[in-house]
C-alpha cells in the first residue's frame, strides 16, 4: 500500500471512529488506539502536502491563528419561530394549522428546543462545504473551519444504513408506555431497508451547543484566570464558535444537534422521516422526537419534558412543534417573520425563594472587587445553591437588599445563580440592615477607586494586595504565558504563605532545597518544578509580554505589541501617539500600559526578568523573517492551496506586514486565489475590480 492510499484508509477509518464515538456513543476502539492513527494521519499528510483537505480528521484539532469571517447569504433564508409560553397559544396554533389545511388530516413532529446557536451546514456529494451562523436569517458568517473542529458533525458522510426503532422512555397521560419516536407513533420506522442515499446536495439545520460538564470546565478555569465568566451555555457557545482560532473552538468541546433538512431531493415528504434519514447518514439527531395527531399528545410531550429536561446534557429551554408533512408546510406558507407551521413552546425559567445571610467581597487579579450574596440553601433547576454573585456596586444598589430579606433567585438556562429581586411578599416593616458597598479592600484596607467608564470598584494596592499578588503569579505561570505547569493556585499560596515569594520574579530565585520539604520527601517535584521554571526562560516575547499581567493585553494584542516594537524596552518608552498608529491599538489599551510602564515597581520586575534570561525582544530568528513587502496592504485569502495551508498563509501575510481580513471589500489590496476558489468571492472580486493573485504569485511576491 502506497503512503497516499494509507492516508486514504486511515481517513476513512477514522471519520467512522468519530462517528461511533461522538454520535453513536459506541466506540469500538480505545482512546489510545484513535491517538496512534490520528498520529499516524498527521505524519502522512505532513509528507503529503499536494494531499490536504480541510475535511481531514486531522483538521479538527484547530490552530492558533486568527481569522476573520466572511458574511455570506443564506441559499434558503433562516426564518425565526414565533414563541408562546401557555398553553392556551399552543392550541391556537393547532386550530390554524387545522383551518389552514381545510380539515385536512396533520401530524405535528413534536421536538426539544435546544438553546444554542443556530447554524447551516451544506453539503455536496458527501462532504462539509461550508457552515454559516444564523446572522441575520439573510445573511450569516461562514464559521467552516470551527465547525469541522467539532466532532459530532461529520465532515463526510459514509454508506447509510437505516436504524433500528428507537425506543425512548416516555410515560403517556394513561399510564402506559410509550414508543417514543417511531415514523408513525408505533416505534416504525418509515422508509424501505438496505441503502439510504443522501441528496447530491442538501443543508441540514440545527444547533451548536456547550454542554454543561464543558460548559462547567471553561467557566472554572476562566475563574481561576479572572476572566468574565459566560452566563449560559448559550452564550458560551456563541463567543466560542465565533472565536477567530480554531483551536480555542476545538478545545472547549462544543457538540451540535441537527433538526431540520433541507434540499430539492430529499428522502420523504415527512420531516420526521427525512430527520431519520439524517441519523443513519451520520448525523446527531434527538432521540426525543416524537410524531403525535392530537393536542392532547402535544401537551403531555410539553409536561414531560418541562421536567425531564433538567436531566439532558445540554440546555434546552422549550419544546418545537412543527408540521410534519413538507407538502402541508407549503401549503401552509410564512409570514414575514416566521412560518406558519411551526410555533416555539418556551419553558418558564425555574426560581425559587430563599434567606439572605450574608454579602462577602472578593478581590481578584485586576483589583476588581465582586459582591457575593450568601444564602440559605434551596434546590434549584437540579443542584444545591446557596451563593450567587451581585456583579457590582450598582447592581447590588437597585436590588435594595437588607440582610434577612427573602430573595429570588433563577437559574434557567443559566448555571450561574442570580438574585431576580426581593421577594417582596415576605418584606416585613423591621427589615435588617441594608446591604451597601464597601469603601475599603476587604484584603488590605487600601479604599478602593472606581476608574471612569468601569461598573466595578478596584482595589488599587496592587503591589501590596495579596489575592492581587497571587493572582499576578497565577496568570504569570499559566499555560497560555509562561507554561510554568507545576505551579497550582495551591502551590503558589503555600510558596506565598512561606515568604518564598512576593512577586513574579522571585520564582527565578527558587532553589530545590526550599521546596524539597523535610528529608527530601519532594526532591523530585522540586526538581521538577525548578526545571520548569528554568524552561520557561526560553518562551518567546509575545508570550512573555503577555504574562506581565498589563490590564487589557491579552494574548492577541500581546502579539501584536511585539510585532510592532520589537522588544519591552521600545514598548516602554512608546508615546500614546505610537500606539494609536498601531491597527486594533486603541486608547483604552494604550494608556493602560504607558501607566503599567511608569510604575517604578513594574520597571524593576522587568529588569529582574531581563537579569534571569527571560526573551524581552522579538528572536533574531523572528526579526530575520519580518519584512514590509505587503506593509498597507489588505488581503483575502480563498480556495485550496498546494504549498501551504490557509493558516500559514495568514501568518505570512502578517509576518511580511500585510493584515488577513476574511470579507471582501473596496479596502481589500488583491485576493490570494488557491484551487476551488469560492463563486461569491470571485464575483464580487470582479465586480470592485479586484486583483486575484495565485499561490506562485504571492510566493514570489515574498521573496519565496
Same mark, same amino acid.
Given at each position: 500500500?502506497t503512503?497516499?492510499?494509507?492516508?486514504?484508509?486511515l481517513?476513512?477509518e477514522?471519520?467512522?471512529?468519530n462517528?461511533n464515538?461522538?454520535v453513536l456513543?459506541?466506540?469500538t476502539?480505545?482512546d489510545?488506539?484513535f491517538?496512534?492513527?490520528?498520529r499516524?494521519?498527521q505524519?502522512?499528510?505532513g509528507?503529503h502536502?499536494?494531499?490536504f483537505?480541510?475535511n481531514?480528521?486531522s483538521?479538527?484539532?484547530g490552530?492558533?491563528l486568527a481569522?476573520e469571517f466572511e458574511?455570506?447569504e443564506?441559499?434558503?433564508?433562516?426564518?425565526s419561530?414565533?414563541?408562546?409560553?401557555?398553553k392556551e397559544?399552543?392550541?391556537e396554533?393547532y386550530d390554524?394549522v387545522?383551518?389552514?389545511l381545510g380539515?385536512?388530516?396533520?401530524e405535528?413532529?413534536?421536538?426539544?428546543?435546544?438553546d444554542?446557536?443556530?447554524?447551516?451546514?451544506?453539503?455536496?456529494?458527501?462532504r462539509?462545504v461550508?457552515?454559516?451562523?444564523r446572522?441575520?436569517?439573510?445573511r450569516?458568517?461562514?464559521?467552516?473551519?470551527?465547525i469541522?473542529?467539532i466532532?459530532?458533525?461529520p465532515?463526510?458522510?459514509e454508506d447509510a444504513?437505516v436504524?433500528?426503532?428507537?425506543?425512548d422512555?416516555?410515560?403517556?397521560?394513561?399510564g402506559?408506555?410509550?414508543l417514543?419516536?417511531?415514523?408513525?407513533g408505533?416505534?416504525?420506522l418509515a422508509?424501505?431497508?438496505g441503502?439510504?442515499?443522501?441528496p447530491?446536495e442538501?443543508?441540514?439545520?440545527?444547533?451548536?451547543?456547550?454542554p454543561w460538564?464543558?460548559f462547567e470546565?471553561?467557566n472554572r478555569?476562566?475563574?481561576?484566570a479572572e476572566?468574565?465568566?459566560?452566563?449560559?451555555?448559550?452564550?458560551?457557545?456563541s463567543g466560542t464558535?465565533?472565536?477567530k482560532?480554531t483551536a480555542?473552538?476545538?478545545?472547549?468541546k462544543?457538540?451540535a444537534?441537527?433538526y431540520?433538512l433541507?434540499?430539492d431531493s430529499?428522502?420523504?415528504?415527512?420531516?420526521?422521516?427525512?430527520?431519520?434519514?439524517?441519523?443513519?447518514w451520520?448525523?446527531?439527531?434527538s432521540?426525543?422526537?416524537?410524531k403525535?395527531?392530537?393536542?392532547?399528545?402535544?401537551?403531555?410531550f410539553i409536561?414531560?419534558?418541562d421536567v425531564?429536561r433538567?436531566?439532558?446534557?445540554?440546555?434546552?429551554?422549550?419544546v418545537?412543534?412543527?408540521?410534519?408533512?413538507l407538502r402541508?408546510q407549503?401549503?401552509?406558507g410564512?409570514?414575514?417573520?416566521?412560518?406558519?407551521?411551526?410555533?416555539a413552546?418556551?419553558?418558564?425559567?425555574?426560581?425559587a425563594?430563599t434567606?439572605?445571610?450574608e454579602?462577602?467581597f472578593?478581590?481578584?487579579?485586576?483589583?476588581a472587587?465582586?459582591p457575593?450574596a450568601?444564602?440559605?440553601s434551596v #434546590? $434549584? /433547576? @437540579?443542584?444545591?445553591?446557596r &451563593?450567587?454573585?451581585?456583579?457590582n456596586a450598582?447592581?447590588m %444598589?437597585?436590588l !435594595?437588599?437588607?440582610?434577612?430579606d427573602?430573595v429570588?433567585v433563577e437559574k434557567?438556562?443559566?448555571?450561574i445563580p442570580?438574585?431576580?429581586s426581593?421577594?417582596?411578599s415576605?418584606?416585613?416593616k423591621?427589615?435588617g440592615?441594608?446591604?451597601?458597598?464597601?469603601s475599603r479592600?476587604?484584603?488590605?484596607?487600601?479604599e478602593l477607586?472606581?476608574y471612569?467608564?468601569e461598573?466595578?470598584?478596584y482595589c488599587?494596592?496592587?503591589?501590596?494586595c495579596?489575592?492581587?499578588?497571587?493572582g499576578?503569579?497565577e496568570?504569570?505561570v499559566?499555560?497560555?504565558?509562561?507554561n510554568?505547569?507545576?505551579?497550582?493556585?495551591?502551590t503558589?499560596?503555600?510558596f506565598y504563605?512561606?515568604?518564598l515569594?512576593r512577586?513574579?520574579?522571585?520564582?527565578?530565585d527558587?532553589?530545590?532545597? #526550599? $521546596? /524539597? @520539604?523535610?528529608n527530601?520527601? &519532594?526532591i523530585r517535584?522540586a526538581?521538577?518544578t525548578?526545571? %520548569?521554571?528554568e !524552561?520557561?526562560?526560553?518562551?518567546?516575547?509575545e508570550?512573555?509580554?503577555?504574562?506581565?499581567?498589563i490590564r487589557?493585553?491579552?494574548e492577541?494584542?500581546a502579539?501584536?505589541?511585539?510585532r510592532s516594537?520589537?522588544s519591552?524596552d521600545a514598548?516602554?518608552?512608546?508615546?500614546?501617539?505610537?500606539?494609536?498608529q498601531?491597527?486594533?491599538?486603541?486608547?483604552?489599551?494604550?494608556e493602560?500600559v504607558?501607566?503599567?510602564?511608569a510604575?517604578e515597581?513594574n520597571r524593576r520586575?522587568?529588569?529582574?526578568?531581563?537579569?534571569?534570561?527571560l526573551?524581552?525582544?522579538?528572536?533574531?530568528e523572528?526579526l530575520?523573517q519580518q519584512?514590509d513587502?505587503?506593509?498597507?496592504?489588505?488581503?483575502?485569502?480563498?480556495?485550496?492551496?498546494?504549498?501551504h495551508?490557509?493558516?500559514?498563509?495568514?501568518?505570512?501575510?502578517?509576518?511580511?506586514?500585510?493584515k488577513?481580513t476574511?470579507?471582501i471589500?473596496?479596502?481589500?489590496?488583491?485576493?490570494?486565489?488557491?484551487?476551488n476558489?469560492?463563486?461569491?468571492?470571485l464575483?464580487?472580486?470582479?465586480k470592485?475590480g479586484?486583483?486575484?493573485?495565485s499561490?506562485?504569485e504571492f510566493?514570489?511576491?515574498?521573496g519565496e
Open positions: 500500500m503512503e497516499q492510499e494509507r492516508i486514504m484508509q481517513r476513512t477514522l471519520h467512522r471512529h462517528r464515538y461522538y456513543n459506541a466506540p476502539i480505545s489510545r488506539e491517538d496512534d492513527l490520528l499516524e494521519l505524519q502522512l499528510e509528507r502536502p499536494e494531499l483537505d480541510p481531514s480528521p483538521q479538527r484539532v490552530s492558533d481569522g458574511s455570506v443564506h441559499r434558503r433564508p433562516m426564518l419561530l414565533a414563541n408562546t409560553y401557555n397559544e399552543v392550541r396554533f390554524r387545522r383551518e389552514g380539515g385536512e388530516a396533520f405535528i413532529c413534536c421536538e426539544l428546543k435546544f444554542g446557536l443556530s447554524i447551516s451546514l451544506h453539503y455536496e456529494d458527501g462539509l461550508r457552515a454559516v451562523t446572522g441575520d436569517g439573510v450569516g458568517d461562514d464559521v467552516t473551519a470551527n469541522r473542529t466532532k459530532s458533525i465532515l463526510q458522510l444504513q436504524p433500528s426503532p428507537r425506543r422512555v416516555f410515560v403517556s397521560a394513561d402506559q408506555g410509550d417514543f419516536g417511531g415514523a408513525d408505533l416505534g416504525n422508509g424501505d431497508s441503502q439510504n442515499p443522501w447530491r442538501f443543508e441540514i439545520r440545527g444547533e451548536v451547543l456547550m460538564t464543558s470546565a471553561l478555569e476562566r475563574e481561576a476572566e468574565p465568566l459566560f452566563a449560559n451555555p448559550r452564550n458560551a457557545a464558535l465565533k472565536s482560532q480555542v473552538v476545538a478545545k472547549r462544543l457538540d444537534y441537527l431540520y433541507l434540499g430529499l428522502p420523504s415528504d415527512g420531516h420526521y422521516e427525512n430527520l431519520e434519514a439524517a441519523r443513519s451520520g448525523f446527531k439527531v432521540e426525543h422526537m416524537r403525535v395527531r392530537t393536542l392532547d399528545e402535544i401537551y403531555e409536561d414531560y419534558w425531564e433538567k436531566h439532558l446534557p445540554v440546555a434546552t429551554d422549550g418545537v412543534l412543527k408540521v410534519n408533512s402541508q407549503q401549503a401552509l410564512m409570514t414575514a417573520k416566521s412560518p406558519r407551521w411551526a410555533i413552546y418556551k419553558f418558564q425559567a425555574e426560581q425563594s434567606v439572605l445571610r454579602v462577602t472578593q478581590v481578584g487579579r485586576t483589583g472587587v465582586t457575593v450568601n444564602m440559605d #434546590q $434549584l /433547576s @437540579g443542584t444545591i445553591v &451563593r450567587a454573585t451581585l456583579h450598582d447592581f %444598589a437597585q !435594595d437588599l437588607h440582610i434577612g427573602h429570588l434557567g438556562g443559566e448555571i442570580k438574585i431576580i426581593v421577594d417582596m415576605q418584606v416585613t423591621e427589615r440592615p441594608r446591604v451597601e458597598f464597601i479592600c476587604p484584603e488590605c484596607g487600601s477607586v472606581r471612569e467608564g461598573a466595578a470598584w488599587p494596592n496592587d503591589s501590596g495579596p489575592p492581587q499578588i497571587k499576578r503569579i496568570h504569570f499559566s499555560r497560555r504565558a509562561m510554568i505547569d507545576t505551579l497550582g493556585p495551591e503558589i499560596e503555600d504563605g512561606r515568604g515569594i512577586n513574579y520574579a522571585d520564582l527565578y527558587l532553589q530545590v532545597d #526550599q $521546596l /524539597s @520539604g523535610a527530601d520527601s &519532594r517535584s526538581r521538577k525548578i526545571k %520548569a521554571i !524552561d520557561s526562560r526560553q518562551v518567546p516575547f508570550r512573555v509580554l503577555f504574562a506581565l499581567g487589557f493585553v491579552g492577541n494584542v502579539k501584536t505589541l511585539a516594537f520589537k519591552v514598548l516602554a518608552q512608546a508615546s500614546l501617539d505610537d500606539f494609536l498601531i491597527n486594533s491599538i486603541g486608547a483604552a489599551i494604550a493602560s504607558i501607566a503599567w510602564f510604575n515597581e520586575l522587568v529588569e529582574r526578568l531581563r537579569h534571569y534570561g526573551q524581552l525582544q522579538l528572536s533574531d523572528t530575520s519584512t513587502r505587503l506593509a498597507g496592504k489588505t488581503i483575502v485569502i480563498s480556495g485550496v492551496f498546494a504549498q495551508s490557509r493558516d500559514e498563509y495568514k501568518a505570512l501575510i502578517e509576518q511580511h506586514g500585510g488577513n476574511g470579507s471589500s473596496a479596502k481589500t489590496s488583491f485576493i490570494l486565489a488557491g484551487d476558489m469560492g463563486p461569491a468571492k464575483e464580487k472580486a470582479q470592485l479586484i486583483a486575484i493573485i499561490e506562485d510566493l514570489q511576491m515574498i
